[in-house]
């Protein structure tokens, strides 16, 4: 991708990340408001949680409950502003064919293009 467009992709992730940073820490501050009300253990067992995560963890953490969708996106958004850096932003991790950029528009941390999303999306249909 030219280096114009990723500097203007770039700008579109920042703005959705400080969004979102903004979105977690008001979620966060309603959590701690309701765990002062209900002190129990939980919270130390999920400090534990978060500090082994990585980004490979993301789905296992979203089902598990520990991460808010917001948090899930913060992530997200970091590993494209990662791959801008790498020069790999709007490449498909699969195929690495180019992502349309009407798709990354669509959604700026897209990691696989539409034709490998719908094959993961099948694949984990027939999972369930
Ligand atoms: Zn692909």
Same mark, same amino acid.
């Given at each position: ?5 990723? &500097? ?5 992730? #920042?703005?959705?990340?400080? !969004?979102?940073?903004? =979105? ?5 501050? %309603? ?38 969708? &917001? ?5 997200? #958004?970091?590993?494209?502003? !990662?791959?801008?850096? =790498? ?5 498909? %991790? ?35």
């Amino acid at each position: 991708m030219q280096q114009r467009m990723l &500097e203007r992709f770039k700008k579109k992730l #920042i703005k959705e990340r400080e !969004k979102l940073l903004a =979105d977690v820490n008001h979620i966060r501050n %309603e959590e701690l408001g309701k765990s002062q009300r209900d002190a129990t253990g939980e919270l130390s067992g999920y400090a534990d949680h978060m500090a082994d995560g990585g980004t490979d963890t993301i789905e296992r953490q979203v089902s598990l409950g520990l991460m808010s969708n &917001e948090e899930v996106m913060l992530l997200k #958004i970091d590993g494209a502003l !990662k791959r801008i850096e =790498d020069k790999t932003y709007g490449v498909c %991790e699969l195929c690495k064919e180019k992502i349309s950029q009407e798709r990354l528009n669509a959604v700026l941390y897209a990691t696989y293009c539409i034709k490998c999303r719908s094959q993961e999306e099948s694949k984990n249909n027939k999972k369930v």
